[in-house]
């Protein structure tokens, strides 16, 4: 008992860093459902393969009784690399490899198959298609002398092949979701994946997808400057939408705030207004903060002081701003709580929980749901920091950057 509960605390403040990303352990969810990996074997030949020129792959749990039909695809996220060097090291990982890649992963949040966990989806095709390309399931190249394989929309194509083979092409309904990079890539590909299946009920859902060309805390564009590298380098430009690219330059249309007008299908923005990951892989980053001024803040926002807050009180504004158009549509969903978090649909905790965070009084697993099956129109904007308090938000240990 005494170890359960200790491995439970130890779980929660348990963090890896990861190069332009990061991974949060939440508490383990109780007897959680195991999904096997399986490689796509048709890749090889469509050269839809990974960092490394291994076979790509996903972990499927079949529907059931009326969700047999359904089908849910959840694009993994993991950040990206931006050059030959991060790239390199990325292909030694699970994120560039699927020899490298664990073989079972755990089926929590909008992936669970209980319907106590996840009330809308439980009894859908479930597929989690794992990232191994490093530009959000978008880029097209080789580098021959790094022995680099940039081909995230060949894998995208090809998962999407082998799931319509395989049942998908029956569906009567889907919904394509992501979170992080992989929210960023449900973005991206909505409307292909709607134009897969024609005349099905097809939404998209976006998880911590609203990476901001936010300014610094020096003044510089961090992330811009990391996406221009990751488009160039990947060759992202030839699968970004045609109609964005008459408009402006490819690094500009990989941003949300350009890339919103162009999706027709019915999309859903789940994001936390003071999302983590931005805060310190964009705005506060070690370049930008050399004397750590935002260490403490980045960590805890318990530990940022009024002047930090009103820095990303600002940053909050802008990702208002950003979906101001992309609200006046009613087939949109919003749900923008004013919480430290990154990515909210996996977990369960801040899926569908107890206590989990909540808008109007509604968990976002009840938002998502009611917005999908068109029970209700959702747009759900939070007031300002820190007036919520159902937000679950990331604690950092010190270690950590
Ligand atoms: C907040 O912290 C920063 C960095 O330590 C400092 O420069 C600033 O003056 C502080 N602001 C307030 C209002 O305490």
């Known amino acids: 008992m005494k170890i359960s509960w200790l491995l439970g605390v130890v779980a929660l403040v348990l963090i890896m860093s990861w190069v332009h990303g990061f991974e949060v352990t939440a508490a383990p969810s109780v007897n959680p459902l195991l999904v096997g990996l399986t490689l796509i074997p048709s890749a ?14 996903y972990h499927l749990h079949r529907g059931s009784g009326s969700g047999v039909n359904s089908w849910l695809i959840q694009l993994e996220g993991g950040g990206w690399c931006n050059d030959i060097s991060t790239c390199v090291f990325r292909k030694k990982t699970r994120r560039g490899s699927s020899n490298l890649m664990e073989k079972v992963v755990e089926f929590t949040g909008i992936l669970s198959n209980k319907p106590e966990e996840n009330p809308g989806f439980y009894n859908w095709n479930r ?7 490093g530009a959000s399931f978008s880029g097209e190249g ?7 394989f940039f081909r995230g929309q060949r894998i995208w194509t090809a998962a999407m092949e082998d799931l319509m083979s395989i049942g998908m092409r029956n569906a009567d309904q889907a919904l394509l979701s992501g979170c992080s990079a992989g929210g960023l890539a449900s973005m991206l590909h909505c409307d292909e994946f709607r134009s897969l299946l024609p005349g099905t009920k097809v939404k998209c859902l976006a998880d911590a997808g609203l990476f901001l060309d936010a300014v610094d805390v020096a003044g510089g564009h961090t992330l811009r400057s990391f996406f221009e590298g990751v488009v160039n380098l990947q060759g992202v430009s030839v699968n970004l939408p045609a109609a964005c690219m008459n408009h402006m330059d490819a690094t500009s249309c990989f941003f949300p705030e350009n890339l919103l007008a162009y999706i027709q299908t019915p999309l859903f923005l789940l994001n936390a207004a003071y999302d983590v990951w931005q805060l310190q892989e964009s705005l506060a980053t070690k370049r930008a903060d ?5 260490q403490e803040c980045k960590l805890n926002n318990a530990n940022c002081n009024s002047s930090q807050i009103q820095f990303l009180n600002g940053f909050r504004n802008q990702m208002l701003n950003s979906v101001k158009e992309f609200s006046s549509s009613k087939e949109n969903g919003l749900f923008i709580n004013s919480c ?12 569908f929980a107890k206590d989990s965070p909540r808008l109007a009084n509604k ?3 009840t938002s998502v749901g009611e917005w999908y099956f068109d029970q209700a129109g959702v747009q759900a904007i939070d007031c300002q920091y820190p007036c919520d308090k159902t937000c679950h938000n990331l604690v950092f240990s010190r270690n950590h950057h």
Do not use: M, S
């Open 290 to 294: 050399p004397h750590g001024y935002w």
């Open 340 to 351: 430290f978090a990154h990515c909210q649909t996996e977990r369960q905790d801040t899926w």
């Open 142 to 148: 080789y580098n021959q002398a790094a022995g680099l």
């Open 127 to 133: 597929v989690k298609v794992r990232y191994c390309d």
């Open 363 to 365: 968990e976002i697993a």
């Open 44 to 57: 090889a030949d469509k050269g839809a393969v990974c960092l490394d020129g291994t076979l790509p792959g």
